[in-house]
T-cell receptor
Framework: DAGITQSPRHKVTETGTPVTLRCHQT?????MYWYRQDPGHGLRLIHY???????DKGEVSDGYSVSRSKTEDFLLTLESATSSQTSVYFC??????????????FGPGTRLTVL | AQSVAQPEDQVNVAEGNPLTVKCTYS??????LFWYVQYPNRGLQFLLK??????LVKGSYGFEAEFNKSQTSFHLKKPSALVSDSALYFC???????????????FGKGTKLSVIP
């Protein structure tokens, strides 16, 4: 999985509790992404980062925040988890070249269950 | 807005037969197109991409894909399917321009490929 780790790999939590997922890369890639995968929806982008402290919203950003204080780490926070945020979360990275057509490499995923 | 359609939720093919997984897309301007594969309980793995040039793109594990601009399609193909090819396949698209939101890759909903021994 291309030098990308995600932690935790599995988590069960209760509605209303805060949750932070961590993505760590050893590839020194500039871009990092958080996706969620749900049956019938494929992968949907939550937030992405194009550098340290540079982030932007994706398609389904409501209820999520992110932070990137170092090149290698990208954190996804659910401030108050809801059952609709039960999903599998994937982190991805990509390198930066002119035209930005580089493929993304994905981590192993975190399965989050909100009860 | 950009979008991807994978019209088949599931494709079944006999081992040794050719396989095709279909993908059509919609973007403003020229597309960058990608195929990924996902095995159970794993992350997505990159298979191949089309950026420009030859419409037939060759990728990992014997897969190839044909870009057809007039039909806005990017179908994934393999001449002879293996049981180990059974997995979930995703097509993805990004517009080939540099601007706000251009980093966003839009994925299809996925097609489950089952190769029957």
């Amino acid at each position: 999985d291309a030098g990308i780790t995600q932690s935790p790999r599995h988590k069960v939590t209760e509605t209303g509790t805060p949750v932070t997922l961590r993505c760590h890369q050893t590839e020194n890639h500039r871009y990092m992404y958080w996706y969620r995968q749900d049956p019938g929806h494929g992968l949907r982008l939550i937030h992405y980062s194009y550098g340290v402290k540079d982030t932007d919203k994706g398609e389904v950003s409501d209820g999520y925040s992110v932070s990137r204080s170092k090149t290698e780490d990208f954190l996804l926070t659910l401030e108050s988890a809801t059952s609709s945020q039960t999903s599998v979360y994937f982190c991805a990275i990509s390198e930066s070249l002119q035209g930005n057509y580089n493929e993304q490499f994905f981590g192993p995923g975190t399965r989050l269950t909100v009860l | 807005a950009q979008s991807v359609a994978q019209p088949e939720d599931q494709v079944n093919v006999a081992e040794g037969n050719p396989l095709t997984v279909k993908c059509t897309y919609s973007v403003s301007g020229n597309p960058y197109l990608f195929w990924y594969v996902q095995y159970p309980n794993r992350g997505l793995q990159f298979l191949l991409k089309y950026i420009t040039g030859d419409n037939l793109v060759k990728g990992s594990y014997g897969f190839e894909a044909e870009f057809n601009k007039s039909q806005t399609s990017f179908h994934l193909k393999k001449p002879s399917a293996l049981v180990s090819d059974s997995a979930l396949y995703f097509c993805a698209v990004r517009a080939a321009y540099s601007g706000a939101g251009s980093y966003q890759l839009t994925f299809g909903k996925g097609t489950k490929l089952s190769v029957i021994p």
